[in-house]
């Protein structure tokens, strides 16, 4: 995970993947601003390219073994890639990260990876619109097939999914999403695991099981250590965190990410050497902003939770089930800063809610320094049948809240003004 053992995740997010000396001693890392690199000699470039095609047990790989990393071609690869993909391993715990050019990317280029016709795909329910598009629109027309679970925490719930997938086909992916977009709902990922181990035995094939840790990212939460195979996270949010950059990362074992790059190449998925040194920056204030979020949305959340006109809110440090406590405490380092409220009402009041605000803005995405909100019925889960939202508690009087990174006063100021209008 990293070349200096024992560092605590918020020194990693300053100093790790970069080395100054290798940037004539620039404090910050420069931007490799090329679309090619050029060789040193012919049988260098030969030598490259076995060791990039072929792998580390060539000739080429081993003459190549005693000089600085080399590159080909940006699509392939790039110095400023590599920075980034090293700093969001050693913070993800992986062996190895392969971050692309979205979100979106990082989840259609794993999945197309490793499923293939006639499997099916088990995933919990709720899950990002455009991760529910793709596996229920787009897969079933390549012969694959979605089963989803409602309940993370329940072992009948899970095997449900598992067995009925089972029934039409090998499973080839495990899609967790925890916490859930927007319910915020959890799943047990340690028992998705050991249940994912007896399937292997029954199909003969291990499920990739794969988290989305968007909601709460590396600082929060860490999938790998809970038995996920792949951590994929959208950079976009709380990593990059100032609503002007569009990333995708995805940690896990050398093997699989191996694999995820030879599709990203093909895909032509990679991230831009701009981008990259842009997160890679925007890593280094990750602890104090999700400090800063997480401290706001514990108060707007209590503020809202205690309002006669809000039904609900979904808030993780709400939660008083033993067993969804229990399974924070084991499974996360925080609550994040990302809920659903549900007023007393339906879509008309929530619009005239939103039209209302004047500090918070109507918008979608999450995890940027301004606090964002945003009527998922009607915008992120919109292309998600009704049926299907309603069965997963998104329903025309619920609204995901961004909390950011403004004075809190500011934030329920606003709020209590909107709420007038309901």
Not at 2 to 12: A, N, R, V, W
Not at 113 to 126: A, E, L
Not at 325 to 330: D, E, K, N
Request: charged share 20%.
């Amino acid at each position: 995970m990293s070349d200096k053992p024992g560092l605590h995740l918020e020194t990693l997010a300053i100093s790790h993947g970069y080395d100054p000396q290798s940037g004539q001693g620039a404090a910050k890392p420069p931007i490799y601003a090329t679309s090619t690199f050029v060789y040193r000699s012919a049988q260098q470039a030969k030598d490259i390219h076995e060791a990039y095609f072929d792998g580390p047990d060539t000739d080429g790989a081993r003459r190549m073994a005693s000089e600085p990393q080399a590159y080909i071609y940006g699509r392939l690869g790039h110095p400023n890639l590599t920075m980034v993909e090293a700093r969001l391993c050693a913070l993800d715990g992986g062996e190895d990260s392969a971050v692309f050019n979205s979100g979106m990317s990082a989840i259609t280029v794993t999945l197309m990876t490793f499923v293939r016709p006639g499997d099916t795909i088990v995933h919990s329910r709720p899950i990002y619109g455009g991760t529910d598009n793709f596996l229920h629109n787009v897969l079933p027309e390549f012969g694959v097939s979605p089963f989803g679970f409602d309940d993370g925490l329940s072992e009948a719930s899970i095997q449900d999914a598992l067995d009925r997938a089972t029934a039409n086909g090998p499973v080839g992916v495990i899609w967790l999403e925890s916490p859930a977009n927007p319910t915020a709902a959890i799943v047990d990922i340690a028992l998705v695991s050991r249940l994912s181990r007896a399937l292997e035995i029954k199909q003969g094939r291990k499920p990739v099981i794969v988290v989305d840790n968007t909601f709460l990212g590396p600082l929060l939460q860490s999938p790998l250590a809970e038995g996920a195979d792949l951590c994929m996270t959208s950079l976009t949010k709380y990593c990059a965190g100032h609503s002007d950059l569009l990333a995708g990362g995805v940690s896990g074992p050398a093997d699989l990410i191996a694999r995820i790059k030879t599709m990203r190449t093909l895909k032509g998925a990679h991230l831009d050497a701009q981008t990259a040194w842009l997160l890679l920056r925007s890593f280094e204030t990750l602890p104090l902003r999700t400090e800063r979020a997480c401290s706001n949305a514990l108060k707007i959340a209590s503020y809202l939770r205690d309002h006669p006109k809000v039904a609900g809110v979904t808030y993780l440090g709400f939660r008083s089930d033993p067993a969804a406590v229990a399974l924070m405490a084991r499974q996360s380092r925080g609550t994040g800063s990302t809920f659903s409220v549900r007023l007393k009402g339906g879509e008309a009041e929530c619009f005239r809610f939103l039209d209302r605000l004047q500090v918070m803005r109507l918008a979608v995405s999450l995890g940027g320094t301004e606090t964002l909100i945003c009527h998922s019925a009607t915008t992120t889960h919109y292309n998600v049948s009704k049926a299907s939202r309603e069965a997963a508690g998104i329903t025309d009087a619920s609204m995901r809240l961004s909390v950011g990174l403004e004075h809190p006063d500011d934030l329920i100021a606003d709020l209590e003004q909107a709420l007038e209008a309901v």
